[in-house]
């Protein structure tokens, strides 16, 4: 039996503006340039407070990896939409925190991150 597909949610946190500037567009940059294909959202927070059923749709998917904030406050933000995130499955990214370099490599793995790297230095 096959694995399902990995799902990506990126953040950009548009309204709130928590994750570092820099890291959330090298992130993006970087997600974007791998042609693996990823959801993008302006802010999750908007979303939850919302209750966008694409919030559902996507923690029903299982292995997703979503590259935004505190696991807490995304696992909140799911809960306040009424969709409970499944234990197993879902890996959450904190841009907060972590360095894009990083972000990257747990999303996209070693051979992303070193060819994203070496492009960059080409420039």
Request: hydrophobic share 45%; aromatic share 6%.
């Amino acid at each position: 039996m096959s694995e399902p597909v990995q799902r990506i949610l990126y953040c950009h946190c548009a309204y709130a503006q928590v994750v570092p500037k820099d890291v959330k567009e090298e992130v993006l940059r970087r997600l974007a340039a791998s042609g693996v294909a990823f959801d993008a959202v302006a802010d999750l927070c908007e979303l939850s407070a919302k209750g966008d059923p694409s919030l559902a749709r996507l923690a029903g998917e299982g292995n997703v990896k979503i590259a935004a904030c505190y696991p807490r406050a995304v696992k909140w933000l799911f809960s306040a939409a009424g969709v409970t995130l499944p234990e197993q499955g879902i890996e959450i990214l904190n841009m907060r925190t972590e360095p894009a370099e990083q972000v990257v490599y747990a999303i996209l793995g070693q051979g992303f991150a070193t060819a994203a790297a070496a492009s960059k230095e080409a420039l």
